[in-house]
T-cell receptor, first 112, second 112 residues
């Protein structure tokens, strides 16, 4: 069966510090991968998605970036965090378009 | 463009009450429709889905019917439990893009 992992589970970082969040999927190959952000009490905002290694589509221009160095690994990064980057970050995968997405447990990021 | 609109929350019900959470959509093609549930501090879990008009998705006592004539996919449950307290998201997959469109989420509180 397929599983999706995210780490860390929680993170507290000062403004201006770098960020690296990691997501990995097991039990499948060539998945579509997604990064979402959920602000407190709000809906989901799609940040990036990827349909293959090195292929990244950005939905929201901001100080975040994403990379997919391996087939089942998706990384969310920032060089300098802003207060507004605080939120709950969710990674998801899908076997292909037209299929449901499966979500990881999330990373709670607090920028202080 | 494609979009999903959900009823505003929170919805507060007593245990064993009937639940309806409204969801309507706008889509140019033939989308698949989903309901996800998010428990506090967790990622989203797929609750049910429907891939074509008149399909009924069901799971754990929840049901939703894909109504193309009213562009709706309302979530229903005959008798809610305290453990159903969560945030519910309606989602649409247009099928021709590699991404979903999520509603803003509806928080459900069930009182004993």
């Amino acid at each position: 069966s397929q599983t999706i992992h995210q780490w860390p589970a929680t993170l507290v970082q000062p403004v201006g510090s770098p960020l690296s969040l990691e997501c990995t999927v097991e039990g499948t190959s060539n998945p579509n991968l997604y990064w979402y952000r959920q602000a407190a009490g709000r809906g989901l905002q799609l940040l990036f998605y990827s349909v293959g290694i090195g292929q990244i589509s950005s939905e929201v221009p901001q100080n975040l970036s994403a990379s997919r160095p391996q087939d089942r690994q998706f990384i969310l990064s920032s060089k300098k965090l802003l207060l507004s980057d605080s939120g709950f970050y969710l990674c998801a995968w899908s076997p292909d378009r037209g299929h449901e997405q499966y979500f990881g447990p999330g990373t709670r990021l607090t920028v202080t | 463009g494609d979009s999903v609109t959900q009823m505003e929350g929170p919805v507060t019900l007593s245990e064993e009450a009937f639940l309806t959470i409204n969801c309507t959509y706008t889509a140019t093609g033939y989308p698949s429709l989903f309901w996800y549930v998010q428990y506090p501090g967790e990622g989203l879990q797929l609750l049910l889905k429907a891939t074509k008009a008149d399909d009924k998705g069901s799971n754990k006592g929840f049901e939703a019917t894909y109504r193309k004539e009213t562009t709706s996919f309302h979530l229903e449950k005959g008798s809610v439990q305290v453990s159903d307290s969560a945030v519910y998201f309606c989602a649409l997959d247009p099928g021709n893009f590699n991404k979903f469109y999520f509603g803003s989420g509806t928080k459900l509180n069930v009182k004993p």
